[in-house]
């Protein structure tokens, strides 16, 4: 497999920790500058706020069941 650098908008300082969800069409990003993004895995589009929430809250209903 071939890869090769993405650079993604959206964090202010260096990103410290990357994550996929379990389909591997999510890209979870925590930056130092205290923020979380989500980006389309494919094309690496940042989503919007209102869709963290929401994964956000299915992920603390999922921990907690």
Known sequence: ????????????RQINVVKFNFDGDLL???GADKKVCLYDAF???KLGKNKIWIIFKYFL???FL
């Open 28 to 30: 979870f990003t925590g």
């Open 43 to 45: 094309t690496y589009e």
């Open 61 to 63: 209903l999922f921990l």
């Open 1 to 12: 497999i071939k890869m090769k650098p993405v650079e993604l908008r959206g964090h202010d």
